[in-house]
Nanobody, 123 residues
Framework: VQLQASGGGLVHAGGSLRLSCAASGFTLDYYAIGWFRQVPGKEREGVSC????????FYSDSVKGRFTSSRDIAKSTVYLQMNSLKPEDTAVYYC?????????????????WGQGTQVTVSS
């Protein structure tokens, strides 16, 4: 199982970025994929989860209405479209998987992580 996150960068407040998580070694139509973010000194926060069972997406309150998660099973890739970005969205973003279902805005189980991609939002 491997996950490869990409798409981070520097953007002004109000701008948009799309993160990608390329998966290999398993099929997206079974496993849930979560997006997490972390800033130094704080716990890793689950911001979005897309269910492996039915493709439904779930979001944390901090990103609901601004972020959208989607998947392309044929490309084995999950996306996180981030709009109306705020300086407080600045973090290293990770994708992760480990189970079939979401528990709120994170997979019910997490046992595989991708490497992070830095998102910086300037004010």
């Amino acid at each position: 199982v491997q996950l490869q996150a990409s798409g981070g960068g520097l953007v002004h407040a109000g701008g948009s970025l799309r993160l990608s998580c390329a998966a290999s070694g398993f099929t997206l139509d079974y496993y849930a994929i979560g997006w997490f973010r972390q800033v130094p000194g704080k716990e890793r926060e689950g911001v979005s989860c897309i269910s492996g069972v039915d493709g439904r997406s779930f979001y944390s309150d901090s990103v609901k209405g601004r972020f959208t998660s989607s998947r392309d099973i044929a490309k084995s890739t999950v996306y996180l479209q981030m709009n109306s970005l705020k300086p407080e969205d600045t973090a290293v973003y990770y994708c992760a998987t480990g189970g079939f279902y979401c528990s709120g805005s994170r997979p019910q189980v997490v046992d595989h992580w991708g490497q992070g991609t830095q998102v910086t939002v300037s004010s």
